[in-house]
């Protein structure tokens, strides 16, 4: 099975950047689609993109055209680089690898958008 770290987040100011990564280790990460998801204080985890082992990418309404997901097999990592920030992207990022029937999840990292 594949054990997933989350890393990369942090405090940022509305319009800022951030790039939050997801190490993969213990399996074939190429094998897996990967997505990412969110839980804000008070609310349900929500998905927020993903990208199959092929290479197919979508992205929940809200963060099209500001969020880009990507993955780098040679390096067992998946990223997820988020531009133009905004207070209610406010939330713990998870990675989620799945295969077939089964999902591994990350820990997930604290992304905070405040001035």
Not at 33 to 53: C, F, L, N, S, Y
Not at 81 to 105: F, I
């Amino acid at each position: 099975q594949v054990q997933l770290v989350e890393s990369g987040g942090g405090l940022v100011q509305p319009g800022g950047s951030l790039r939050l990564s997801c190490a993969a280790s213990g399996s074939d990460f190429s094998i897996y689609d990967m997505h990412w998801h969110r839980q804000a204080p008070g609310k349900q985890r929500e998905w927020v993109a993903r990208i199959t082992r092929t290479g197919i990418i979508n992205y929940e309404n809200s963060v099209k055209g500001r969020f880009t997901i990507s993955r780098d097999n040679a390096k067992n990592t998946l990223y997820l680089q988020m531009n133009y920030l905004n207070p209610e992207d406010t939330a713990v990022y998870y990675c989620k690898a799945v295969r077939g029937l089964t999902d591994y999840w990350g820990q997930g990292t604290q992304v905070t958008v405040s001035s």
